[in-house]
């Protein structure tokens, strides 16, 4: 069976082995190929190292998928099985030993995050529908968030934040299946944490679909309906902010907090995407009446080469000060750099939020055989290492980074907005 039927197969009855999904994906994802080397902690995992693992909880998804689960079909079943496979993709990367307590265990901190991260670029080599892609990566980089909201006792807000990620819903079997796939003394417990937090889920309206958002935009429509689509955003943008982070309770408390923003404001757009994504590109194309802040150009300018990486404190001080020029002035500007870095980025966040700027993530997410060709086409080319180095470092950005969170596809479409009041609508970008 050839590769693209192998993964349409997933969508209806497919139920592969561990052994047969890395001959299949093995390719795209070379970690697969380390999990039977990457050893668990004995006392979480007794089954043994990852690739017994995964291998159990396919195993268990599988059988949730005949059974309690079974309404769950098509895409969401496809990107529920990638999922599984690919939730622990990381713990070849993460994975070492520390003393805890005076007792030395194994511990893999971080590795949803890095495995979203790992696989945002490489899991578009499959051609997969963008839906069944946001499904996966969340699954990914979510699926230990479940338990964590329930044992820190985390308020409505968190659980809203989850859903803009990922499906709570698909969340919770992921999780169930990866708690019955392995071995461990305290089993009952973890599931009964699964259980509250399917409770939560649906007590705060997010099980199936983020109703809350929907409810919010009703609501919010009579007070704006008159206002700029850039002003509406911000609005609404802030206001849901302000919802999730549990600083006001009622839709009145939040307008009357954003009143002042109808008297203007800046927007900052930073841009992420590994070198030769087209970042410049679509500026050109799609905001060209944006002041650009743009590292690269900075670079020629100080070092009078763009590829010169010395100087960087004298570069990034001084497009910080042009940024705030540009925010005293509530101008429209662009961060134009790769923001591979979630400190990197969320430093200039911190300073347009200091602003109160509205702040939109522009998230350019091409395929990794899409990057290395176009990255041999522009102007000013990168060497394949160093590219190759960005696509293993990266860190994914996520929605509640900024206000807004568009995600721009290979073509220079935005397929996925959020944070905005009409996330069909994206300020004139087509």
């Given at each position: 069976?050839?590769?693209?039927s192998?993964l349409q197969?997933?969508?209806?009855?497919g139920?592969?082995?561990?052994?047969?999904?890395?001959?299949?994906?093995?390719?795209?994802f070379?970690l697969l190929h380390?999990?039977k080397?990457?050893?668990q902690?004995?006392?979480w995992?007794?089954?043994?190292?990852?690739?017994?693992h995964?291998?159990?909880v396919?195993?268990e998804?599988?059988?949730?998928?005949e059974?309690?689960?079974?309404?769950?079909?098509?895409e969401?079943?496809q990107a529920?099985?990638?999922g599984a496979l690919?939730h622990?993709i990381?713990?070849?990367?993460?994975?070492r030993?520390?003393?805890?307590k005076?007792?030395?265990?194994?511990i893999?901190?971080?590795?949803e995050?890095?495995g979203r991260?790992?696989?945002?670029?490489?899991?578009?080599?499959l051609?997969l529908?963008?839906e069944v892609?946001?499904l996966v990566?969340g699954l990914?980089?979510?699926?230990?968030r479940?338990?964590?909201?329930?044992?820190k006792q985390m308020?409505?807000g968190e659980y809203?934040k989850?859903?803009?990620k990922?499906?709570?819903?698909?969340?919770?079997?992921?999780?169930?299946?990866d708690?019955?796939?392995?071995?461990?003394e305290?089993?009952?417990?973890?599931?009964d944490?699964l259980?509250?937090?399917?409770?939560?889920?649906e007590?705060?309206?997010?099980?199936?679909?983020?109703?809350?958002?929907?409810q919010l935009r009703?609501?919010l429509?009579?007070?704006?309906?008159?206002?700029?689509?850039s002003?509406?955003?911000?609005?609404?943008?802030?206001?849901?902010?302000?919802?999730e982070?549990?600083?006001i309770?009622?839709?009145?408390e939040?307008?009357?907090?954003?009143?002042s923003?109808?008297s203007?404001?800046?927007?900052?757009?930073?841009?992420?995407g590994p070198?030769g994504?087209?970042?410049?590109?679509?500026i050109?194309?799609?905001l060209?009446?944006c002041?650009v802040?743009?590292?690269?150009e900075l670079?020629?300018?100080?070092?009078?080469?763009r590829s010169?990486?010395?100087?960087?404190s004298?570069?990034?001080?001084t497009a910080r000060e042009?940024?705030?020029?540009?925010?005293?002035?509530?101008?429209?500007?662009?961060?134009?750099?790769?923001n591979l870095?979630e400190?990197f980025r969320?430093r200039?966040c911190?300073?347009a939020?200091d602003?109160?700027?509205?702040?939109?993530?522009?998230?350019i997410h091409?395929?990794?055989?899409q990057l290395?060709a176009d990255?041999?086409?522009?102007p000013?080319?990168v060497?394949?290492?160093?590219?190759?180095?960005q696509?293993?470092q990266?860190e994914w950005p996520?929605p509640e980074?900024?206000?807004?969170?568009w995600?721009v596809?290979g073509?220079?479409?935005v397929r996925?907005l959020?944070?905005g009041?009409?996330e069909d609508?994206?300020?004139?970008?087509?």
């Amino acid at each position: 069976m050839n590769r693209r039927s192998w993964l349409q197969s997933l969508a209806l009855d497919g139920t592969p082995s561990i052994d047969e999904c890395i001959d299949q994906l093995g390719d795209t994802f070379p970690l697969l190929h380390q999990f039977k080397a990457t050893e668990q902690d004995p006392q979480w995992h007794a089954e043994g190292d990852v690739h017994i693992h995964t291998g159990m909880v396919l195993t268990e998804l599988y059988q949730l998928l005949e059974s309690e689960a079974c309404h769950i079909q098509g895409e969401k079943r496809q990107a529920l099985v990638l999922g599984a496979l690919l939730h622990d993709i990381a713990k070849p990367l993460t994975t070492r030993r520390r003393e805890v307590k005076g007792i030395e265990r194994v511990i893999a901190t971080g590795h949803e995050a890095m495995g979203r991260s790992y696989i945002a670029h490489r899991i578009l080599n499959l051609e997969l529908p963008n839906e069944v892609v946001d499904l996966v990566m969340g699954l990914v980089g979510e699926h230990h968030r479940p338990k964590l909201l329930v044992i820190k006792q985390m308020e409505r807000g968190e659980y809203w934040k989850l859903a803009r990620k990922a499906s709570p819903e698909l969340l919770y079997w992921l999780e169930i299946a990866d708690m019955r796939g392995r071995i461990c003394e305290d089993l009952n417990v973890q599931i009964d944490l699964l259980e509250q937090f399917r409770l939560f889920s649906e007590e705060y309206e997010v099980w199936n679909s983020h109703l809350p958002l929907e409810q919010l935009r009703c609501d919010l429509e009579s007070h704006v309906e008159n206002l700029q689509p850039s002003v509406r955003d911000m609005i609404f943008a802030r206001i849901m902010r302000d919802f999730e982070e549990g600083d006001i309770s009622t839709l009145e408390e939040g307008i009357a907090r954003t009143y002042s923003l109808r008297s203007g404001f800046s927007e900052v757009y930073i841009l992420y995407g590994p070198s030769g994504s087209g970042k410049s590109s679509w500026i050109k194309r799609f905001l060209p009446d944006c002041e650009v802040i743009s590292l690269d150009e900075l670079r020629e300018e100080i070092n009078s080469d763009r590829s010169d990486q010395s100087n960087l404190s004298q570069i990034l001080n001084t497009a910080r000060e042009r940024l705030k020029v540009c925010l005293r002035a509530k101008k429209k500007v662009i961060w134009d750099a790769t923001n591979l870095r979630e400190d990197f980025r969320q430093r200039i966040c911190r300073v347009a939020f200091d602003y109160h700027a509205f702040v939109t993530m522009v998230v350019i997410h091409k395929s990794e055989l899409q990057l290395f060709a176009d990255n041999k086409n522009r102007p000013h080319p990168v060497p394949e290492e160093i590219l190759r180095k960005q696509l293993d470092q990266l860190e994914w950005p996520v929605p509640e980074e900024a206000h807004r969170y568009w995600i721009v596809d290979g073509e220079g479409q935005v397929r996925k907005l959020s944070g905005g009041f009409c996330e069909d609508r994206h300020d004139g970008v087509h």
